[in-house]
């Protein structure tokens, strides 16, 4: 074996010893680089930057890169405006979902021996549990679900609202940060006496010769709480389940030594269940706890989705999207947060990747309006179907100037696009009075508003059969509950026609001496009788109906009147919204860019990077290898493509030969550093590779690699 086979077997045993040791090559740029000081920097003034310079965006430019600097910030602002009062919304769901369960367990926290009359959950068949309650510690079990999220902003939210009457701390536990009882306790410290400082075990022994306090003694925190008049110190554990078993038992253990001179509570965030949380503690653990139970109320995730299309919008969800992100939603049962998160993600796509999304916000002038822009609006379906409206009019006149004039084009798509908008708020504002409809009917099926959405968005919520279904059952309804759904909609589009008919049908139960007697129309089954006919030994049935009295012919009128009006409303707003001029720009409907984040494929994203760094990486020098393998290619790209071509088991040696061939500088000067340094980088690579799992030491030779992953498979 050559010097070089030897120092590369010597290297390549060490790598594989020790997955994680670390591997760094250093190339500076000078040779007396560091020896040299660098020169002194003379004081500058600032160089006044042209105004708009200081705007940060995270978009890029689109249009080939073509796109104005300022359209790439007014883009980024509209967005921020426009989502900014949505998010707003969706946290005060959120919040008001969990307004009870905070007050509630805030006032646990004050409360000083108010739990000790409270069955213990934890500690049920224990006779003598209220003898030694107060030698409990006081905590709360929080059922939050699987909303992990919601933790943090949960207790925080808890402690506030506790602090208003009591002086309270609030340290947050995960199960990240709390390796062992000693960290768990310095951190303790640390936060709940809001010290910085952060000591290792060298520290701590010398602290502890010069007769001071280590810094995970909880005699630092009961200084602090004595001091600073402190009444509870509160421990939440965000993830209760991931905590080790063994952990919590130590730490119960000193934090209830402590009990009786720092006022502590605990708070466990628990996702599945009381009893599966006391499986995993021990008895002893359990009789220094005196627990009481709490349940977190989630926001509704409908309520949700409706707040975003509330108000005034300027962008809508498309039906594709809407319904695949509510049925991950039901699917895999997440938090309405992360729900909120997946809504924010549709908006923040949408401004990214479409240039003619700035034209949603107020700063879009003719001037701004650039070239490209002009030939993107030429070129939407929604465009050429608006110009087909024209030339089936016979206004040809107009079609060219749309085609040949940037200002008329401008005129027509700022114009266009107020009506369209307009023409989706009535829509909205119809699917409200539906859904306010079948709050008062008693149906075959029951549709949330956002399914409502999800069926008028794509154009068939008309002539879907829950429609036919909730206007036929409006007409059967008594006089009681048509006069509380009349008034419902007092603050409807049809809020002046509705206030006649209530007006008409007050003035009709207003003649009856017994308030409680209703009228019922003639389409109400109570009107219609079923007769048997007996001819040559067959049976006919047949229905009639019973003659009305003039108040429920009266009534019928009233209701005949109301079904017409709601027809011809909803007939006028339900419309498609495909067929809107310029739809493209205030519609959103692509499922791409959420199916490849929200479900992503890790394994597939890193074959491909490796495989084709260029995708990712952008870069000239390795997009210009033809999807070949190349020295600028990262080695392991380099290493992992050369994986690909090899069988089952791997000979290191072959390996390292082929690597060399690809990054070996041909009449480099210095020729046995450049073989040091691509061997460094191989065994990095190597190790890369066999953290990743795709390769493991082979039993049956020492110098040979088993491989354990194939591409596609």
């Known amino acids: 074996m050559t010097d070089y086979e030897v120092k590369f077997v010597q290297l390549r045993l060490e790598v594989t010893a020790d997955i994680w040791q670390a591997c760094y090559v250093f190339t500076p740029d000078e040779p007396n680089s560091l020896s040299e000081r660098p020169p002194k920097r003379s004081k500058i003034g600032r160089v006044a930057q042209p105004a708009g310079q200081d705007d940060f965006t995270p978009f890029v430019p689109l249009l080939r890169g073509l796109e104005k600097p300022e359209n790439i910030i007014d883009r980024y602002k509209t967005y921020e405006y426009l989502w900014r009062p949505r998010e707003e919304h969706i946290n005060t769901i959120v919040h008001d979902a969990n307004a009870d369960a905070i007050q509630d367990l805030a006032s646990f926290v004050i409360s000083d021996d108010g739990a000790e009359s409270v069955i213990n959950p934890l500690e049920l068949n224990s006779a003598n549990s209220i003898s030694r309650s107060r030698s409990k510690i006081h905590t709360g079990l929080v059922l939050t679900g699987p909303d992990s ?124 269940s009381v009893e599966l949380f006391q499986a995993k503690l021990s008895r002893n653990t359990i009789r220094r706890l005196r627990g009481t139970e709490f349940s977190v109320e989630h926001a509704d995730v409908d309520e949700i989705f409706k707040a975003i299309h509330s108000g005034q919008p300027s ?66 379906p929604s465009f050429r179907r608006f110009a087909q409206r024209l030339l089936d009019k016979g206004d040809y006149g107009m079609v060219r100037a749309l085609l040949d004039d940037e200002e008329s084009l401008y005129e027509a798509a700022t114009e266009g696009l107020v009506t369209s908008q307009e023409a989706l708020l009535a829509m909205i504002a119809a699917i409200q009075v539906l859904s306010i409809i079948q709050s008062f009917l008693v149906t075959k099926s029951h549709a949330s508003w956002s399914e409502m959405y999800i069926e008028a968005m794509s154009g068939e919520l008309n002539r879907s059969a829950l429609f036919e279904d909730v206007m036929n059952s409006m007409k059967q309804i008594p006089s009681n ?99 809107l001029f310029l739809h493209e720009v205030f519609i959103y409907d692509s499922k791409s860019p959420h199916r490849d984040v929200f479900t992503s494929k890790p394994r597939f994203a890193i074959e491909r990077a490796l495989s084709s760094p260029h995708d990712y990486l952008a870069c000239d020098c390795c997009g210009g290898a033809d999807g070949g393998l190349s020295a600028t290619q990262p080695a392991t790209a380099i290493l992992y493509q ?15 030969s082929a690597f060399w061939t690809i990054v070996g500088a041909e009449g480099s000067e210095d020729e046995e550093a450049e073989q040091q340094r691509a061997l460094a980088l191989f065994s990095r690579a190597l190790a890369e590779l066999k953290y990743m799992g795709m390769i493991k030491n082979s039993r049956k030779k020492a110098d040979h690699l088993a491989k354990l992953s194939w591409k596609g498979l």
């Open 481 to 579: 509950i048509m006069a509380d759904l009349l008034e419902s909609l007092s603050d409807s589009p049809l809020a002046h026609e509705m206030a006649k008919l209530k007006v008409k049908l007050c003035q009709l139960t207003d003649r009856l001496d017994d308030p409680d007697i209703t009228f019922r129309s003639k389409y109400d089954v109570h009107h219609e009788t079923l007769r048997t006919t007996i001819v040559a030994q067959k049976v006919s049935l047949s229905k009639n109906s019973a003659t009305l009295s003039a108040e429920d012919a009266a009534y019928t009128k009233i209701v005949d009147r109301a079904y017409t009006l709601l027809s011809e409303f909803f007939q006028a707003t339900f419309i498609n919204p495909k067929d």
């Open 315 to 380: 962008l809508w969800l498309g039906p594709g999207l809407g319904r695949w992100i509510l049925q991950r939603q039901r699917d895999y049962v997440q938090s309405p947060l992360s729900f909120g998160q997946a809504l924010k993600y549709a908006y923040m796509t949408h401004f990214f990747a479409n240039p003619l999304s700035c034209m949603l916000g107020d700063k879009i002038t003719l001037a701004s309006f650039q070239k490209e822009q002009v030939e993107a609006v030429r070129n939407l």
């Open 149 to 272: 999220n919601i933790s943090s902003e949960f207790f925080q939210s808890v402690a506030e609202q506790a602090n208003l009457q009591l002086h309270t701390i609030l340290v947050n536990l995960t199960s990240g940060q709390s390796p062992n009882l000693k960290t768990i306790l310095k951190y303790i410290n640390q936060h709940g006496t809001s010290q910085a400082s952060r000591l290792d075990d060298e520290t701590d022994i010398e602290e502890a010769k010069n007769g001071r306090l280590l810094n995970y003694d909880l005699q630092i925190l009961y200084d602090y709480v004595k001091s600073h008049d402190i009444s509870r110190v509160i421990l939440s554990f965000q993830d209760s389940e991931a905590f080790d078993a063994k952990l919590l038992a130590d730490l119960v253990d000193v934090l209830s030594s402590w009990n009786h001179r720092i006022p502590f509570v605990l708070l466990f965030s628990i996702a599945t």
């Open 642 to 656: 050369l994986y690909l071509e090899s069988g089952a088991v791997i000979n290191t040696a072959d390996l390292w």
